[in-house]
């Protein structure tokens, strides 16, 4: 078993990786948790599968139990969704000492973390991520929250524009899960692994290159090992920054790209898919701006390949469009573009001011036109 202690001025608790650790929650959560009531807020993708094995350890652990269902879907990631989270809360009578417990892939999580920061104004909080993705990034962190629908009529939504920081109370990641998650999702976790990589420095992407058959076949063992290093890099860099005045922004490598490109239907990318050809842009315009560095790029681009991940847009769309998608990212402040660029693994910077010119070039160094 690995705990990794997570210290922000918004709460202290660990993020614990161990196989078969659903089966001990409630155990965990006794002694950790104030009240006994806890609310579910439950993945349907996984409600008949883990869910059941959490939902029995703390009835077992003699917690009073109530499940509200979600849909990951981020045309539902949405203020309604979350109205339906407090009803559920509501009617199972849920005080200040109570719990949200939220389980699922890392929509689910955002959402029944925005719910616990902002019900009763804010009550305690268990995550239990079920996707790589959300295991090595979005469970950890304290970032809460749902899409808003855009202003002046646009059927878009906006990701991430409305929610909260508030830290959970403890974190539970078990690699087993990972056994009914599709290839692909497996894929899209990766994506998030190699963006912490490419911050961080080469240890974590040779211990995907070595490991990436092991990892892509759900080897509890071989998860087990790349969430806790992927996780300790995150929990680096928001433990210095919880609320993203500064350095966490290098967190945001390759997504500002990425926003742009995984709400527009006919490409048709998961969140990690756009992560992926979000981090090649990011290197365009590292080249644009004349900051990189070594030769690493096309080796870590060609890693992107193995792992079974885009690399280019799967179809053309013109830059002024992405362009224009890229004005609704919070990243962006007061017009101006700030981005993370990528000079060579272990370093990255954040650049304000980047000219358009430059990000024209990097959105065609992926197909656009
Ligand atoms: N809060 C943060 O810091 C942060 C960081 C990164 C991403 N995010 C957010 O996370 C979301 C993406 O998370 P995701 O990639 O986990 O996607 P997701 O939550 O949409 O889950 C992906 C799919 O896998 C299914 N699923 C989940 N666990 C499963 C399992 N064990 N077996 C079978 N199916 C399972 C889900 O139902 C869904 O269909 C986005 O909304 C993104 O904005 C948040």
Known sequence: MTAIPVRCPGGEYEVVVEPGILGSVGERCVGLLSGRRILMVVDSAVADTHAVQVEDSLV????????CTVEADERRKTIETIQDIYQAALKAGLDRHDAILGIGGGLTGDMAGFAAASYLRGI???TIPTTLLSMVDASVGGK???NLPLPGGDARLGK??????????????????????????????????????LIDGPQLLDLIDAGLDAILDADPEAVASLVEHAVR??????????????????LNLGHTFAHAIEPIKPLDLLH?????????????ISGELGLLEGDWAADFIGRLERIGLPIRLPRTIATTELIDRMGFDKKIRAGHHTLVVPIRPGHVEIVQDVPEAAIAGAWSSVGAD
């Open 60 to 67: 077992a652990g003699g917690f009073r139990v109530e499940r």
């Open 124 to 126: 305690d909080l268990v």
């Open 144 to 146: 809460t929250g749902v």
């Open 160 to 197: 991430n524009l409305a929610g909260a920081f508030w830290q959970p109370r403890l974190v539970l990641a078990d690699p087993l899960v990972l056994g009914t998650l599709d290839d692909r999702q497996r894929r899209c976790g990766l994506a998030e692994c190699v963006k912490h990589g």
């Open 233 to 250: 890099i995150k929990v680096g860099v928001v433990q210095d920054d919880e609320r993203e005045q500064g350095r966490r922004a290098v």
């Open 272 to 284: 990690g898919e756009a992560v992926s050809i979000g981090l090649v842009a990011a290197i365009g």
